[in-house]
């Protein structure tokens, strides 16, 4: 946390119950910020967020990159699917 701005335990343990709640609308880089400013902190609460955080954002990052190699690879195979779930759609040769 930022030593700036003093906040009280109370302060603190919102913040990061805050953060932790909206890491759970598909927003896990909260959840590693959320780390990143609390890491040090030793009151147990707010431990229990950062490590149950960081748990959900490397498990989302783990699935997003599950996915991505999945898409990558098999996009070809899923014909008018896999180009309707793409972003850009690539010119092909004929």
């Known amino acids: 946390m930022d030593p700036t701005i003093p906040l009280k335990e109370e302060e603190k343990e919102s913040v990061c119950k805050k953060m932790w709640i909206i890491g759970f609308f598909g927003l896990p880089f909260v959840w590693f910020t959320m780390a990143c400013y609390f890491w ?3 009151h147990p609460k707010i ?7 960081l748990v959900g954002f490397f498990t ?4 997003l990159v599950f996915w991505m190699g999945i898409f990558v690879s098999k996009r070809d195979s899923w014909g008018e699917t896999g180009e309707s779930l793409s972003a850009v759609l690539p010119v092909g040769t004929q």
């Open 47 to 53: 431990r229990f967020y950062v490590f149950w955080g």
């Open 40 to 42: 040090k902190e030793k």
């Open 60 to 63: 989302e990052l783990l699935i």
